[in-house]
């Protein structure tokens, strides 16, 4: 080879790879897609539009969302695992797509932590445990002494088989030591009513869109399942104070498909993290009843393993399985 031919491929190469780096120091180049696995309006919808919204500031691009709702969140975090891996299609994922219900469905429709390149864990949501105000309890330690003198008699309602609500029940049943029945339904709202109307009397429910309930007396708060008591209702105990070691949450976390380039995962975290420490969105958050974490890739990573070890044997010993 002439020194001339290698000399244009050297040159040649370097021009590629300078090009290259180019590309990636300027990504996105484009609107950036948010796909969100649930209808809109529920909490997860609320904190994605939130953090979209944020976001397309710091990127110079567009992040629009798009809901994708169906299957517990599967059908969305599945389009997210089979798009490009580019950088241009992210989830807006939560502990039913990557804890729940890659435990829960017969038929595995991505695999949680090899279909995927974890960007941030956005912020943690409590779930409540509420109860009709007719139902003559006003703490948790009385709701389970009721539940214990009449075993079998008590039901609670939640969003639907499957759901971080549902395993929040049964993992109250299995440390209480408690028989209560669960009446699952397409959703909070339906849930909501019927438990507003006394057809059910418990409620396992996520914090935000109880909360007006809660605060107008219709609903009784007993305690709030994260590990500590939640700002926005700091007079509701947590669960854990009657049940030491008790704790469940939704979380809400992005995550892009596998082989997205690590420039791409790098900037779509520094911008996810800007957006989770602006003071409009904290105080947004707050008001949500959503604590801030903005994690580094690698520290979602881990908590994905840390949420699946945990969930799976309240999933084995509740029994629960879906197609």
Known sequence: MTPSITRRLLLGAAMALGLAGAAAAEFPERQVTLVIPFAAGGSTDVVGRIVADRMSRDLGQQVVVQNVGGAGGSLGAQQVAKADPDGYTILMATVATHALNPLIL????????????????????????????ELPVNSVQELIDLAKKEPGT??????????????????????????????????????????????????????????????????RALG???????????DVPAIAETLPGYETYTWNALFAPAGTPPEAV?????????????????????????????????????????????????????????D
């Not at 408690?178 to 418990?202: C, F, M």
């Open 106 to 133: 017969k038929q595995k429709p991505y695999d949680p932590v090899a279909d995927f390149a974890p960007v941030s864990l956005l912020v943690l949501v409590p779930n409540v445990l509420a109860v009709n105000p």
């Open 154 to 219: 008590l039901a609670y309602a939640s969003s639907g088989n499957g759901t971080p609500l549902h395993l929040s029940g049964e993992l109250f049943k299995s440390m209480a030591g408690v028989d209560l029945t669960h009446i699952p339904y397409k959703g909070s709202g339906p849930a909501l009513t019927d438990v507003l109307g006394n057809q059910v009397p418990i409620i396992f429910d996520n914090l935000p869109s109880a909360s007006s309930h809660i605060a107008s007396g219709k609903l």
């Open 224 to 234: 709030v399942t994260t590990a500590e008591r939640a700002p926005s209702f700091p």
């Open 266 to 322: 790098a900037r779509l975290n520094a911008a996810a993290r800007a957006a989770m420490a602006d003071p409009e969105v904290v105080k947004r958050m707050a008001d949500f009843s959503a604590t801030i974490v903005a994690s580094s890739p690698e520290e979602l990573a881990e908590h994905v393993k840390a949420e699946m070890a945990k969930w799976e044997p309240v999933v084995r010993d509740a029994n629960v399985s879906l």
